[in-house]
């Protein structure tokens, strides 16, 4: 009876050391935490709308955000007019550390953005 309690106890003692060993390794392989940093305002263009016709404005921040963008009112004063949105949206994936851009024109067909990292139609 002395020899099979060895025996269930050195078992017991294997499957302890496995499991320790799995949440060892899985410890290690956890992505690295992402350390917030403080976003600073780089460069500013206010708008310029004034609400008659189009605007103009865009940013820049010190995480590599951006944006641009200008509107121009087409067909003013007729019942078909509307607006002509160019502009462009800039990333940083924090993950990758990948910058990613975005160039857009949104008008009277409606919404087309285009990237290297989009799938073109």
Not at 60 to 67: E, P, V
């Given at each position: 009876?002395?020899?099979?309690i060895?025996?269930?106890?050195?078992?017991?003692?294997n499957?302890?050391?496995?499991?320790?060993?799995?949440?060892?390794?899985?410890?290690?392989?956890?992505?690295?935490?992402?350390?917030?940093?403080?976003?600073?305002?780089?460069?500013?263009?206010?708008?310029?709308?004034?609400?008659l016709?189009?605007?103009?404005?865009?940013?820049?921040?010190?995480?590599?955000q951006?944006?641009?963008?200008?509107?121009?009112?087409?067909?003013?004063g007729t019942?078909?007019?509307?607006?002509?949105?160019?502009?462009?949206?800039?990333?940083?994936?924090?993950?990758?550390?990948?910058a990613?851009?975005?160039?857009?024109?949104?008008?009277?067909?409606?919404?087309?953005?285009?990237?290297?990292?989009?799938p073109?139609?």
């Amino acid at each position: 009876m002395t020899e099979e309690i060895k025996e269930v106890v050195c078992i017991i003692q294997n499957d302890i050391i496995v499991v320790l060993a799995a949440l060892v390794a899985v410890a290690v392989a956890a992505p690295p935490a992402i350390v917030p940093q403080q976003i600073v305002l780089v460069k500013e263009v206010p708008s310029d709308n004034v609400g008659l016709g189009g605007y103009t404005y865009g940013f820049q921040l010190s995480d590599g955000q951006a944006r641009e963008e200008t509107a121009e009112l087409v067909g003013g004063g007729t019942d078909d007019q509307f607006l002509r949105v160019r502009g462009s949206f800039s990333f940083v994936d924090p993950h990758t550390n990948v910058a990613y851009t975005v160039n857009y024109v949104a008008d009277e067909n409606g919404f087309h953005p285009e990237g290297e990292h989009l799938p073109r139609v």
